[in-house]
């Protein structure tokens, strides 16, 4: 894969489709990998005639990892975004964020807007009050540590297996093989708990962004699951009620994550956000 020099880090990469079309940068949610936004999920936008870029933030995946003590905030995820599309060459993109990275998203857009053809919020949160309140079992998967899976493999998928199911989508249930594969993965591929941590506290840092966000002049859909229990349904209505002119789509049965039978949900939002855009 390549890699950028961007914002004073290194950023692994990837695109899809041709260079001159459309470019759609997608964004990820904490601690996850470029790699959860799939190729298959890739090649469908580039079948709607877009260039898709996914990427490891940093702290995760094969992009820089930062070290004990050091802080940032969501800002500065939001620079090594734009920093990514310096190093393409890419004036201007649809950005699309899950989770933590819809809120990376909503930052390129207040920070960057000469920068953002259009925004898709999905399954993210303002920040403000309220919106980021989990259900118990849910924050249980973002606050028990993963077993050491050098010490034991086993213990650890399970644990990543379990986690996957407390909050994921009760309509679109993940079967055995596929998450198990997706756990091992993404743990062979890259395993940073450390980064998780200090990405945890860059959302903390960065505070509410409903009074920016009211400020955004971008064609924006806002996409979220009636059923998630990470970042309840109060973060997306709160982030299309921030955004003047944000159209909402809330999905029954989806929690928080992405499952293969609604890529074609997700991109048909991502597309009719783009066509608001000209």
């Known amino acids: 894969m390549p890699r ?50 996914r990427f490891d933030n940093r702290d995760v995946g094969l992009s820089t990892w930062f070290q004990s003590g050091d802080r940032y905030t969501l800002s500065d995820m939001a620079a090594d975004a734009v920093g990514l599309l310096d190093h393409l060459k890419v004036h201007r993109a649809h950005i699309v964020g899950v989770s933590m990275g819809g809120m990376i998203a909503q930052t390129v857009a207040i920070e960057h807007p000469d920068r953002v053809l259009s925004l898709t919020s999905i399954m993210s949160a303002t920040g403000a009050p309220g919106t980021l309140d989990s259900t118990p079992e849910a924050a249980a998967v973002l606050n028990t540590p993963a077993p050491d899976p050098a010490a034991d493999e086993e213990a650890f998928v399970a644990h990543g297996m379990r986690n996957a199911r407390v909050i994921g989508s009760p309509a ?107």
Not at 201 to 225: C, F, M, N, Q, Y
Not at 255 to 263: F, Q
Request: aromatic share 6%; charged share 25%.
């Open 4 to 53: 950028a020099k961007a914002n004073g880090i290194e950023i692994e990469y990837e695109t899809f489709g041709r260079d001159d079309a459309p470019a759609v940068l997608l964004i990820n949610g904490l601690g996850s990998q470029m790699t959860r936004w799939p190729a298959p999920f890739c090649e469908k936008l580039v079948a709607r005639g877009f260039r898709a870029i």
């Open 172 to 278: 679109y249930p993940w079967a055995d093989a596929p998450l198990r594969e997706r756990v091992l993965s993404d743990m062979r591929r890259a395993f940073n708990p450390k980064g998780v941590q200090r990405q945890r506290g860059a959302i903390g840092a960065s505070g509410d962004r409903t009074e920016k966000l009211k400020t955004l002049k971008v064609p924006t859909v806002v996409v979220h699951g009636e059923a998630d229990p990470l970042v309840p349904l109060a973060g997306g209505q709160a982030t299309a009620a921030a955004i003047p002119g944000a159209e909402l789509r809330i999905i029954p049965g989806m929690g928080h994550d992405l499952p293969e039978a609604l890529y074609d949900t997700f991109i048909d939002a991502i597309a009719d956000a783009a066509a608001r855009a000209g």
